[in-house]
């Protein structure tokens, strides 16, 4: 699922690239989608490239591909073991909290979780849809389905349950496809994998790790760019404590 700006500036794309062979420049696509900064864009270009409709062409200016149009069915899932997830530097352990309400703005867009029982085998969650760089938040409100889940797997607190879309954290072993479970906060430790809500409006998978002033979201696969954003942009929805994976 694509948000609306996603869409215009895949379709404004498609279009411009089957008339002149010539991606269109930032300040071109920002005029097209009426907004009033290229950060936008530059958002937009890093949601569709993750989610697998495009692909910036190396050493090149202005090189775009369309890989998949609107409509067009998603690539097959890889096959093969999942990448082994990387290993914690040795040293020593200075964890930096960051905190979710970073413009002290209201706690509104909380995602809904359930509470995990004690003495239970196993817990329903909601898996409230699919995640990925540039997923609207209405997208993650659907709590009509249900997922069991091992109560070893989750600790305290609510949780709930989505599905990964794309394959931007492969390398710290979340593939396409997998259900990663999610622990309900608003604050985490620099380098841990959250839920990240950027300008109120699009949630991410990422890790987090405080930039000075700003906040930057890092991929887990060296074909995606990390998001460098103003704190004030960036809420944290939860934080990564378990993963389902069907064979």
């Known amino acids: ?40 864009i530059h958002r937009l270009i890093s949601a569709l490239e993750e989610r697998g409709f495009i692909r910036r062409l190396p050493h090149r200016a202005r090189a775009l591909e369309i890989l998949r149009r609107p409509g067009d069915p998603a690539p097959p ?14 040293g020593h352990f200075d964890p930096k909290v960051i905190r ?4 002290g703005g209201a706690a509104g867009h909380a995602l809904p979780g359930i509470a995990v029982p004690e003495a239970v085998a196993s817990v329903q969650l909601p898996l409230l849809g699919k995640i990925a ?30 599905t990964i ?20 906060c608003d604050s985490a430790e620099s380098g841990t994998i959250v839920v990240a809500l950027v300008d109120q409006e699009e949630a991410t998978l990422k890790r987090l790790r405080r930039k000075g002033h700003s906040i930057a979201l890092e ?18 929805q939860g934080r990564l404590v378990g993963l389902l994976r069907r064979y």
């Open 1 to 40: 699922m694509l948000t609306r700006k996603q869409h215009e500036l895949l379709v404004f794309l498609d279009q411009r690239l089957r008339e002149t062979g010539v991606a269109p420049s930032f300040d071109e696509m920002k005029d097209a989608l009426g907004l009033r900064s290229k950060s936008g």
């Open 77 to 90: 899932e890889p096959v093969g073991p999942a990448p082994a997830a990387p290993e914690r530097a040795g």
């Open 100 to 103: 979710g309400d970073f413009g």
């Open 133 to 162: 760089a540039g997923t609207p938040i209405a997208a993650l409100s659907d709590r009509s389905t249900l997922v069991d889940v091992p109560a070893g797997l989750l600790g305290g607190g609510e949780h709930y349950a989505l």
């Open 165 to 184: 879309e794309g394959d931007s954290m492969i390398d710290a072993g979340i593939l396409d496809g997998d259900t990663v479970l999610i622990r309900a």
């Open 219 to 236: 991929p887990a696969n060296p074909a995606y760019r990390t998001q460098v954003l103003p704190a004030d942009r960036v809420r944290v």
